[in-house]
Structure formats: C-alpha cells, structure tokens
C-alpha cells in the first residue's frame, strides 16, 4: 500500500534521513495566487482560525506540496507577551513594531499566556486542520525558539549584544522563555498530530558566534527536546555553516536550512544519519523570480545532494508563483 505523506515524513524524520523524499513545507506556505484561488486573505487569515486553516490547506489541495503549516508569521508569541504586532497586508506578513520588556529582569511570563492574543486562534486552526486531515498529512504548528523570542521580547540588538558581553544577564529571562516554549510547543503537538517547526532566526551564524550558540543557546535546545514530545524540525535562516556541527548535539530530528548560504552538500557531510535535511531552495533567488523549470532543475540537484524534505529555504515569499509550487512537487515525483 502506497504510505500517506504523514507516514513518509514521520519516517524520514525517525530515520533521520536516507528514508524516501517529500515535498513538504514546514515553513510559512501561504501566497497571494493561493489566496485568490481559495478566496481566503491575509490579513483576515492570521485572526480566524478556519481562514487559518483553509489557506494552509491550499498549498496542499492546489500546489500539492504534502503538508500542512500554521501560523503564517513570527508575531503570534510576541504579541501574546504584549508586543504591538503591525497587522500587513495580502503580501506583507505581520511585524512586531516594539518589544514588551525594557529589561531582561523585567520579562514575564503572563497568566494564562495561551489564552492571549492570537494563541487560542493558532489552537483551533491546527484543531481544524487535524479533523481534516490529521490522518493523512502531517500538520506542523511553527513557534520561535528562544533566543529569537527573548529578542522580539526585549530587543533583538540588547539580546545579541548582552549574549556576547554578559550572557549571565540574560539566563534567568531565557530560562523562562524557554519554559514557555516547551510548554507551547507540547500544548500544539498535543492538538496536533506529532509534529512541530521550531524558527530561531536569531540563533543564525550570521548573529551568533559559533561559541556562545554552544554555550548559551545549545543547552536551551536539549531542555526542549527532552520536554517536548514529538517530532522536531529546526529552521534557522542565514549562514548557519559555523553551527552545523554542534546541531546533532540537540537531538532534534531535522535540520531546515537556507540556500545558497548552506549548500546542501556541505549539510549533508555534517548532519548525514544524524539528522533529516529539509530546505533549502532560495525564495527570492530562485522561487519568486525563477522560471518554473529552474526551479525544477534546483529540487532536483538539491533531491540529488541529499536533501530529505524538499522546501523552502526560509517561508515562501507571497509573491512565489503557484507554478514554482508545483514545479517542486513535480521534481520529487521525477525523482522518485
Ligand atoms: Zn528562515
């Protein structure tokens, strides 16, 4: 019997690799061509929770890409923390204008913290897409890691210049940040069907030194993974070339990464049999600008260089033509 997508990924993500390809997305997967298609637009899809849903479900009923992502932005934690999040528009994502904390003492977990802001509304959608779905496509919920939340939370320069210069000011603020995420991320692989994407933007080599990432980011990792039951894919944008070797050393099953910063290859000689790779096909560079054929050409040459889970390298640009979509999906099954 032929496996569903849900058991493919499960699989390759078990097996760490070496285990059959995929089409699937575990970045942000919503476009202004899909919205059309589906009559369902941001902004209204980031605050209803069946908008939320059906416009995840496009990329799998009308692209055919074998998975299913929500939410469609980064702001969901902040905001529920008390930043002010700008709302976008049908092409632009919503921004976290300020953080909510003035200082790393200051930051707090608010009562109730799943209960605020758009939480409830990420909760039911993954409910919605679960009661669709749920047995055949995996559904992965998306939280920020901690370094990138305790950013938006107090600032992103304040948080990376402090993790340089006197990381022990910011322990106790990304202790507790770090227990909100376990508790988040077991709450949504919970509603979910076992699978999650953890997005640090700012742990990317680009930031941080491949030092205080061993040092002061790493073990916050492994309380995750050893908290947190489920599934785990880690996405950090940018170079992250410098980490890769420390990132089996987290015990998360798949790492997805951005090209042309990381080549394939070079991730495969480090986390080959260590962890699933999934990415990295550059948004702008090849799926919002290329033809439909180079595309196809860059899913095959990453298919061939080891990629496990064809994706994105970082969340779909809205601008991606639909036809880029399908042009990755076709070159998993030409490769087959
Ligand atoms: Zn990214």
């Given at each position: 019997m032929l496996k569903s997508p849900l058991e493919k990924v499960e699989r390759i993500l078990k097996t760490r690799g070496n285990a059959g390809k995929i089409c699937s997305s575990p970045l942000q997967t919503a476009t202004v061509e899909l919205m059309g298609v589906v009559d369902t637009y941001w902004p209204d899809a980031h605050f209803d929770a069946n908008k939320m849903a059906k416009l995840s479900t496009a990329a799998y009923e009308i692209a055919g890409i074998e998975g299913l992502r929500v939410p469609f932005d980064i702001g969901i934690e902040a905001e529920a923390f008390g930043c002010e999040v700008k709302i976008g528009r049908a092409d632009i994502p919503p921004s976290i204008m300020n953080p909510a904390f003035a200082e790393f003492e200051e930051l707090h977990i608010p009562r109730s913290i799943q209960e605020k802001g758009r939480i409830p509304t990420l909760l039911r959608a993954i409910r919605v897409l679960k009661e669709k779905y749920g047995d055949i496509l995996p559904i992965y919920p998306m939280i920020i890691g901690p370094i990138s939340l305790l950013g938006f939370l107090v600032g992103i320069e304040k948080t990376l210049y402090t993790l340089s210069t006197e990381p022990d000011a910011l322990k106790g603020a990304l202790d507790q940040v770090t227990q909100f995420n376990i508790d988040l991320a077991n709450t949504t692989v919970e509603e979910g069907n076992g699978f999650l994407c953890i997005a640090d933007p700012v742990a990317s080599g680009d930031l941080v030194a491949a030092e205080h990432f061993a040092e002061h980011i790493l073990p916050h990792y492994q309380r995750i993974r050893q908290r947190v039951h489920g599934l785990i894919i880690l996405h950090i944008c940018g170079n992250t070339n410098p980490l890769l070797p420390q990132?089996?050393?987290?015990?998360?099953e798949a790492f997805s990464f951005q090209g042309p910063e990381v080549e394939v290859k070079d991730a495969k000689k480090v986390l080959g049999g260590k962890m699933a790779l999934v990415g990295n096909l550059p948004n702008e560079t090849l799926l919002r600008f290329r033809s439909p054929r180079a595309v196809m050409n860059g899913s095959i040459k990453a298919l061939e260089d080891g990629v496990d889970i064809l994706a994105p390298a970082c969340g779909f640009h809205p601008l991606t033509p639909l036809q880029n979509m399908k042009a990755m999906v076709r070159a998993v099954e030409k490769f087959a």
């Open positions: 990132l089996p050393d987290t015990g998360f």
